[in-house]
Protein backbone atom coordinates (compact mmCIF):
# COMPACT_ATOMS: atom_id res chain seq x y z
CA UNK A 1 0.00 0.00 0.00
CA UNK A 2 1.27 3.38 -0.59
CA UNK A 3 2.79 5.54 2.62
CA UNK A 4 0.40 8.19 1.90
CA UNK A 5 -2.95 6.08 1.98
CA UNK A 6 -1.56 4.51 5.01
CA UNK A 7 -0.89 8.26 6.46
CA UNK A 8 -3.86 9.96 5.52
CA UNK A 9 -6.19 7.43 5.47
CA UNK A 10 -5.59 3.78 6.68
CA UNK A 11 -8.08 2.58 9.21
CA UNK A 12 -10.11 5.57 9.55
CA UNK A 13 -13.57 5.03 8.82
CA UNK A 14 -15.44 8.57 8.95
CA UNK A 15 -18.76 7.60 8.95
CA UNK A 16 -18.37 6.27 12.28
CA UNK A 17 -17.46 9.61 13.53
CA UNK A 18 -19.86 12.65 11.98
CA UNK A 19 -17.26 12.65 9.10
CA UNK A 20 -14.64 14.38 10.96
CA UNK A 21 -10.99 14.40 9.71
CA UNK A 22 -9.27 13.72 12.57
CA UNK A 23 -9.71 10.52 14.11
CA UNK A 24 -11.79 11.30 17.75
CA UNK A 25 -10.38 10.36 20.71
CA UNK A 26 -12.17 7.22 22.36
CA UNK A 27 -11.62 7.74 25.84
CA UNK A 28 -13.25 4.87 27.81
CA UNK A 29 -12.47 2.37 29.84
CA UNK A 30 -15.35 0.14 28.83
CA UNK A 31 -17.77 -1.16 26.42
CA UNK A 32 -21.48 -1.52 26.65
CA UNK A 33 -22.89 -5.33 25.28
CA UNK A 34 -26.45 -5.39 23.88
CA UNK A 35 -27.13 -8.79 25.50
CA UNK A 36 -26.18 -12.23 27.20
CA UNK A 37 -25.33 -13.43 23.89
CA UNK A 38 -23.22 -10.44 22.60
CA UNK A 39 -21.11 -10.22 25.86
CA UNK A 40 -20.14 -13.81 25.78
CA UNK A 41 -19.19 -13.63 21.66
CA UNK A 42 -16.92 -10.50 22.46
CA UNK A 43 -15.54 -11.58 25.18
CA UNK A 44 -14.13 -14.57 23.46
CA UNK A 45 -12.40 -13.08 20.88
CA UNK A 46 -10.95 -9.86 23.09
CA UNK A 47 -7.97 -9.03 20.42
CA UNK A 48 -10.80 -7.98 17.91
CA UNK A 49 -13.85 -6.78 19.36
CA UNK A 50 -14.71 -3.95 22.13
CA UNK A 51 -14.96 -5.32 25.45
CA UNK A 52 -12.17 -3.22 27.65
CA UNK A 53 -9.51 -0.60 26.62
CA UNK A 54 -6.75 -2.46 28.05
CA UNK A 55 -7.41 -5.14 25.21
CA UNK A 56 -9.25 -3.17 22.38
CA UNK A 57 -9.85 0.68 21.40
CA UNK A 58 -11.04 2.15 19.04
CA UNK A 59 -8.80 4.96 18.39
CA UNK A 60 -5.69 2.55 19.43
CA UNK A 61 -6.63 0.13 16.55
CA UNK A 62 -6.43 3.21 13.79
CA UNK A 63 -3.02 2.84 14.92
CA UNK A 64 -2.48 -0.43 15.06
CA UNK A 65 -3.85 -1.22 11.50
CA UNK A 66 -0.99 2.26 10.44
CA UNK A 67 1.90 0.66 11.89
CA UNK A 68 1.01 -2.92 10.24
CA UNK A 69 1.33 -1.33 7.17
CA UNK A 70 4.35 0.50 7.47
CA UNK A 71 6.30 -2.45 8.49
CA UNK A 72 4.29 -4.54 6.15
CA UNK A 73 2.75 -7.41 8.40
CA UNK A 74 -0.71 -8.51 8.76
CA UNK A 75 -0.91 -6.84 12.56
CA UNK A 76 0.69 -4.89 14.88
CA UNK A 77 0.29 -4.25 18.60
CA UNK A 78 0.63 -0.43 20.56
CA UNK A 79 2.13 -0.51 23.89
CA UNK A 80 2.67 1.60 26.71
CA UNK A 81 6.70 2.02 26.24
CA UNK A 82 9.46 0.97 23.75
CA UNK A 83 10.83 -0.94 26.70
CA UNK A 84 7.30 -2.65 27.29
CA UNK A 85 6.83 -3.48 23.58
CA UNK A 86 10.95 -5.32 23.76
CA UNK A 87 9.96 -7.30 26.59
CA UNK A 88 6.04 -8.22 25.98
CA UNK A 89 7.63 -9.67 22.77
CA UNK A 90 10.23 -11.43 23.76
CA UNK A 91 8.24 -12.96 27.32
CA UNK A 92 5.65 -14.41 24.66
CA UNK A 93 7.95 -17.37 23.29
CA UNK A 94 10.04 -18.31 26.22
CA UNK A 95 9.39 -20.02 29.28
CA UNK A 96 11.62 -21.46 31.99
CA UNK A 97 14.81 -23.67 30.51
CA UNK A 98 14.44 -22.12 27.42
CA UNK A 99 17.54 -19.54 25.69
CA UNK A 100 18.08 -16.26 23.70
CA UNK A 101 20.37 -15.40 21.73
CA UNK A 102 20.65 -11.75 21.26
CA UNK A 103 23.54 -9.42 19.77
CA UNK A 104 26.23 -7.55 21.80
CA UNK A 105 25.00 -4.62 22.16
CA UNK A 106 21.34 -3.81 22.80
CA UNK A 107 19.39 -0.83 24.18
CA UNK A 108 20.41 -0.86 27.99
CA UNK A 109 17.08 -2.13 28.86
CA UNK A 110 17.12 -4.79 26.81
CA UNK A 111 19.91 -5.95 28.13
CA UNK A 112 18.61 -6.02 31.76
CA UNK A 113 15.85 -7.96 30.35
CA UNK A 114 17.78 -10.56 29.15
CA UNK A 115 20.61 -10.74 31.17
CA UNK A 116 18.78 -9.61 34.84
CA UNK A 117 15.13 -9.93 34.52
CA UNK A 118 14.64 -13.16 32.20
CA UNK A 119 17.46 -14.99 33.83
CA UNK A 120 15.79 -14.90 37.25
CA UNK A 121 13.15 -16.80 35.87
CA UNK A 122 15.64 -19.51 34.24
CA UNK A 123 16.02 -18.71 30.62
CA UNK A 124 19.45 -18.85 29.58
CA UNK A 125 20.91 -16.36 27.08
CA UNK A 126 24.11 -15.94 25.09
CA UNK A 127 25.10 -12.18 23.68
CA UNK A 128 27.09 -12.68 20.39
CA UNK A 129 28.79 -10.46 18.44
CA UNK A 130 25.69 -10.34 15.38
CA UNK A 131 28.61 -8.97 12.35
CA UNK A 132 29.25 -12.66 12.16
CA UNK A 133 26.14 -15.08 11.16
CA UNK A 134 28.52 -17.85 12.09
CA UNK A 135 29.22 -17.07 15.54
CA UNK A 136 25.55 -17.12 15.86
CA UNK A 137 25.04 -20.53 14.77
CA UNK A 138 27.96 -21.61 17.05
CA UNK A 139 25.83 -20.73 20.23
CA UNK A 140 22.50 -22.05 19.05
CA UNK A 141 21.20 -24.85 21.18
CA UNK A 142 18.17 -27.10 21.31
CA UNK A 143 16.08 -25.11 23.58
CA UNK A 144 17.29 -22.21 22.00
CA UNK A 145 13.84 -19.91 21.25
CA UNK A 146 14.55 -16.56 20.16
CA UNK A 147 17.23 -14.73 18.32
CA UNK A 148 17.25 -10.99 19.33
CA UNK A 149 18.46 -8.01 17.18
CA UNK A 150 18.89 -4.69 16.86
CA UNK A 151 20.11 -3.42 13.44
CA UNK A 152 21.78 -0.36 13.81
CA UNK A 153 22.26 -0.49 17.17
CA UNK A 154 21.56 3.30 18.36
CA UNK A 155 24.78 3.89 19.13
CA UNK A 156 27.70 3.00 17.09
CA UNK A 157 25.53 1.27 14.87
CA UNK A 158 26.75 -2.11 14.35
CA UNK A 159 24.39 -3.89 12.37
CA UNK A 160 23.25 -7.82 11.13
CA UNK A 161 22.70 -9.65 8.13
CA UNK A 162 18.92 -9.59 8.42
CA UNK A 163 18.20 -11.85 5.17
CA UNK A 164 20.47 -14.72 6.65
CA UNK A 165 19.83 -14.29 10.23
CA UNK A 166 16.12 -15.20 9.54
CA UNK A 167 17.24 -18.11 7.13
CA UNK A 168 19.68 -19.63 10.01
CA UNK A 169 16.30 -18.96 12.78
CA UNK A 170 13.65 -20.96 10.25
CA UNK A 171 16.24 -23.88 10.13
CA UNK A 172 16.35 -23.65 13.68
CA UNK A 173 12.69 -23.25 14.65
CA UNK A 174 14.05 -19.72 16.71
CA UNK A 175 11.46 -16.74 16.29
CA UNK A 176 13.34 -13.89 15.15
CA UNK A 177 12.53 -10.41 16.74
CA UNK A 178 14.30 -7.22 15.77
CA UNK A 179 13.81 -3.75 17.61
CA UNK A 180 14.19 -1.86 14.14
CA UNK A 181 13.63 1.82 15.97
CA UNK A 182 17.35 3.38 14.31
CA UNK A 183 15.60 3.01 10.67
CA UNK A 184 11.90 3.42 11.62
CA UNK A 185 9.48 1.50 9.27
CA UNK A 186 10.59 4.04 6.23
CA UNK A 187 14.13 2.80 5.79
CA UNK A 188 14.25 -1.22 6.55
CA UNK A 189 11.13 -3.93 6.65
CA UNK A 190 12.82 -6.39 8.36
CA UNK A 191 9.44 -8.48 7.72
CA UNK A 192 10.58 -8.22 4.32
CA UNK A 193 13.48 -10.40 4.80
CA UNK A 194 11.60 -13.07 6.93
CA UNK A 195 11.99 -11.63 10.43
CA UNK A 196 9.27 -12.94 13.23
CA UNK A 197 8.62 -9.90 14.96
CA UNK A 198 9.73 -6.45 14.46
CA UNK A 199 9.60 -3.88 17.55
CA UNK A 200 10.13 -0.09 18.09
CA UNK A 201 10.45 2.25 20.57
CA UNK A 202 7.25 4.63 18.73
CA UNK A 203 8.95 7.36 21.45
CA UNK A 204 11.28 8.34 18.46
CA UNK A 205 10.37 8.78 15.17
CA UNK A 206 7.10 7.25 14.82
CA UNK A 207 5.63 10.23 17.43
CA UNK A 208 8.29 11.98 16.80
CA UNK A 209 6.91 15.16 18.76
CA UNK A 210 9.28 14.26 22.25
CA UNK A 211 6.13 14.25 24.03
CA UNK A 212 5.04 10.41 24.02
CA UNK A 213 6.21 7.26 25.30
CA UNK A 214 4.88 4.21 23.69
CA UNK A 215 6.15 0.88 21.43
CA UNK A 216 4.76 -1.13 18.54
CA UNK A 217 5.10 -5.08 18.14
CA UNK A 218 4.55 -5.86 14.31
CA UNK A 219 3.91 -9.37 13.06
CA UNK A 220 1.50 -12.06 11.45
CA UNK A 221 -1.76 -12.10 12.95
CA UNK A 222 -0.91 -16.28 14.35
CA UNK A 223 2.36 -14.44 16.22
CA UNK A 224 0.40 -10.80 17.35
CA UNK A 225 -2.63 -13.04 18.63
CA UNK A 226 -0.36 -14.82 20.52
CA UNK A 227 1.42 -12.12 22.43
CA UNK A 228 -2.13 -10.58 22.89
CA UNK A 229 -3.40 -13.50 24.68
CA UNK A 230 0.04 -13.75 26.72
CA UNK A 231 2.60 -11.07 27.51
CA UNK A 232 -0.38 -7.72 26.21
CA UNK A 233 -3.05 -8.54 28.00
CA UNK A 234 -1.68 -10.32 31.81
CA UNK A 235 0.95 -7.50 31.78
CA UNK A 236 -0.94 -4.82 30.82
CA UNK A 237 1.08 -3.32 28.03
CA UNK A 238 -1.70 -0.73 26.95
CA UNK A 239 -0.69 2.37 25.62
CA UNK A 240 -3.91 5.25 26.53
CA UNK A 241 -6.10 6.17 23.56
CA UNK A 242 -4.94 9.91 23.97
CA UNK A 243 -1.00 8.70 23.70
CA UNK A 244 -2.64 6.68 20.61
CA UNK A 245 -4.16 9.70 19.10
CA UNK A 246 -0.91 11.98 19.62
CA UNK A 247 1.02 9.53 17.72
CA UNK A 248 -1.63 8.95 14.57
CA UNK A 249 -1.06 12.91 14.43
CA UNK A 250 2.46 12.60 14.51
CA UNK A 251 3.01 9.81 12.51
CA UNK A 252 1.07 12.42 9.21
CA UNK A 253 4.57 14.08 8.97
CA UNK A 254 6.87 10.96 9.38
CA UNK A 255 8.22 11.06 6.05
CA UNK A 256 8.79 15.14 5.87
CA UNK A 257 10.75 14.69 9.33
CA UNK A 258 12.72 11.45 8.90
CA UNK A 259 14.20 12.93 5.87
CA UNK A 260 14.95 16.24 7.20
CA UNK A 261 16.81 14.28 9.87
CA UNK A 262 18.30 11.74 7.43
CA UNK A 263 19.88 13.97 5.31
CA UNK A 264 21.17 16.55 7.48
CA UNK A 265 22.95 13.73 9.73
CA UNK A 266 24.56 12.40 6.63
CA UNK A 267 25.73 15.83 4.87
CA UNK A 268 27.15 16.34 8.50
CA UNK A 269 29.23 13.49 9.15
CA UNK A 270 30.27 13.80 5.58
CA UNK A 271 31.30 17.22 6.63
CA UNK A 272 33.17 16.16 10.01
CA UNK A 273 34.84 13.16 8.24
CA UNK A 274 38.60 14.33 8.22
CA UNK A 275 38.42 17.13 10.08
CA UNK A 276 41.57 17.36 12.17
CA UNK A 277 39.89 17.09 15.95
CA UNK A 278 38.12 14.12 15.03
CA UNK A 279 39.33 11.06 14.75
CA UNK A 280 36.28 8.98 13.43
CA UNK A 281 32.56 9.46 12.33
CA UNK A 282 30.32 6.48 12.67
CA UNK A 283 26.72 6.51 10.38
CA UNK A 284 26.56 3.47 8.70
CA UNK A 285 26.20 5.16 5.32
CA UNK A 286 28.89 6.14 4.75
CA UNK A 287 31.34 3.97 3.03
CA UNK A 288 34.31 4.64 5.79
CA UNK A 289 31.55 2.37 7.63
CA UNK A 290 32.92 -1.42 8.01
CA UNK A 291 29.62 -2.47 6.89
CA UNK A 292 28.63 -0.11 4.49
CA UNK A 293 27.80 -2.76 1.49
CA UNK A 294 25.53 -4.63 3.99
CA UNK A 295 23.90 -1.61 4.96
CA UNK A 296 23.20 -0.74 1.50
CA UNK A 297 21.92 -3.88 1.11
CA UNK A 298 19.00 -3.39 3.45
CA UNK A 299 18.88 -0.25 4.57
CA UNK A 300 17.77 2.87 2.65
CA UNK A 301 18.24 5.24 4.96
CA UNK A 302 19.85 5.79 8.15
CA UNK A 303 17.57 8.78 9.92
CA UNK A 304 19.09 11.57 12.34
CA UNK A 305 21.72 9.44 14.38
CA UNK A 306 25.70 10.20 13.81
CA UNK A 307 28.40 9.34 16.57
CA UNK A 308 31.98 11.39 16.58
CA UNK A 309 35.17 10.12 18.04
CA UNK A 310 36.95 13.16 19.12
CA UNK A 311 40.97 12.95 18.72
CA UNK A 312 42.21 13.54 22.24
CA UNK A 313 43.50 12.31 24.86
CA UNK A 314 42.08 14.74 27.40
CA UNK A 315 39.06 14.26 28.92
CA UNK A 316 38.98 18.42 29.35
CA UNK A 317 38.73 18.64 25.45
CA UNK A 318 35.47 16.30 25.70
CA UNK A 319 34.07 19.10 28.25
CA UNK A 320 35.15 22.37 26.07
CA UNK A 321 33.21 20.96 23.23
CA UNK A 322 30.44 19.87 25.00
CA UNK A 323 30.22 23.19 27.09
CA UNK A 324 30.90 25.50 23.78
CA UNK A 325 27.94 23.66 21.95
CA UNK A 326 24.87 26.05 21.17
CA UNK A 327 22.07 24.32 19.54
CA UNK A 328 21.95 21.04 20.76
CA UNK A 329 20.26 20.18 23.77
CA UNK A 330 21.98 17.27 26.33
CA UNK A 331 19.16 14.65 27.13
CA UNK A 332 18.42 10.76 26.29
CA UNK A 333 16.09 9.75 23.53
CA UNK A 334 16.06 10.63 20.41
CA UNK A 335 13.64 11.15 17.38
CA UNK A 336 11.75 14.38 18.16
CA UNK A 337 12.27 17.68 16.17
CA UNK A 338 14.95 18.51 18.57
CA UNK A 339 18.98 17.97 17.93
CA UNK A 340 20.68 15.84 20.77
CA UNK A 341 23.72 15.04 22.17
CA UNK A 342 24.99 12.35 24.55
CA UNK A 343 28.79 11.92 25.53
CA UNK A 344 29.85 8.75 26.60
CA UNK A 345 31.71 10.44 29.42
CA UNK A 346 28.70 10.72 31.27
CA UNK A 347 28.96 7.11 31.73
CA UNK A 348 32.77 7.26 33.09
CA UNK A 349 33.93 8.11 36.51
CA UNK A 350 30.33 7.44 37.60
CA UNK A 351 29.85 6.52 41.40
CA UNK A 352 29.84 3.04 42.19
CA UNK A 353 29.56 2.09 38.26
CA UNK A 354 31.75 0.60 36.44
CA UNK A 355 33.19 2.66 33.19
CA UNK A 356 31.29 2.34 30.08
CA UNK A 357 32.76 -0.10 27.14
CA UNK A 358 32.07 3.03 24.84
CA UNK A 359 35.31 5.19 25.00
CA UNK A 360 35.18 8.67 26.71
CA UNK A 361 36.01 10.58 23.33
CA UNK A 362 32.35 9.19 21.80
CA UNK A 363 29.67 11.57 21.70
CA UNK A 364 26.43 10.25 19.81
CA UNK A 365 24.50 13.66 17.90
CA UNK A 366 21.01 13.26 16.72
CA UNK A 367 20.23 15.61 14.44
CA UNK A 368 16.28 17.20 14.79
CA UNK A 369 15.01 19.38 12.30
CA UNK A 370 17.03 22.18 12.31
CA UNK A 371 18.67 23.49 9.35
CA UNK A 372 21.64 22.06 8.50
CA UNK A 373 24.37 24.46 8.19
CA UNK A 374 23.06 25.64 11.87
CA UNK A 375 23.84 22.61 12.97
CA UNK A 376 26.92 21.95 11.30
CA UNK A 377 28.53 25.91 11.89
CA UNK A 378 27.75 24.87 15.77
CA UNK A 379 30.01 21.93 15.90
CA UNK A 380 32.40 23.62 13.90
CA UNK A 381 32.99 26.42 16.45
CA UNK A 382 32.84 23.65 19.21
CA UNK A 383 35.64 22.08 17.78
CA UNK A 384 37.47 25.42 17.38
CA UNK A 385 37.24 25.45 21.57
CA UNK A 386 38.76 22.20 22.51
C1 LIG B 1 14.49 4.28 23.36
C2 LIG B 1 14.73 2.92 22.88
C3 LIG B 1 14.05 1.82 23.40
C4 LIG B 1 13.10 1.92 24.56
O1 LIG B 1 11.96 2.65 24.22
P1 LIG B 1 11.10 3.49 25.29
O2 LIG B 1 10.03 4.04 24.43
O3 LIG B 1 12.02 4.51 25.86
O4 LIG B 1 10.61 2.54 26.33
C5 LIG B 1 14.27 0.58 22.84
N1 LIG B 1 15.15 0.43 21.83
C6 LIG B 1 15.85 1.46 21.31
C7 LIG B 1 16.79 1.22 20.20
C8 LIG B 1 15.66 2.74 21.82
O5 LIG B 1 16.36 3.76 21.32
Not at 127 to 149: A, E, H, M, Q
Not at 229 to 254: E, F, N, Q, V
Not at 291 to 316: C, E, P, R
Not at 376 to 382: G, K, R, S, V
Request: contains cysteine; glycine residues 6%; aromatic residues 10%.
Amino acid sequence: MDINDILTHLGEDRDLYFQSVAPPVIQTSNFVFSGIEDMRHKILDENHYHVYTRGNNPTVNILRKKIAALEKTEDALVTGSGASAVSGAVMSFVEQGDHIICVQKPYSWTYSLISQYLAKFGVAYDFVDGSSISDIKNVIRPNTKVLYLESPNSLTFEIQDLRACAELAKKNNIITIIDNSHCSPLYQNPAVFGIDLVVHSATKYLNGHSDVVAGVICGSKNHIEHIFKTSYMTLGLIISPHDASMIIRGLRTLPLRLKQSNDTAFYIASKLEGHPKIQKVIHPLLPSFPQYTLANSQMSGAGGLTTIVLKTDSKQDVYSFVNALQHFLMAVSWGGYESLIIPSIVFHDMPGKPDSPIPWTYIRFYFGLEEADFLLNDILQALDKM
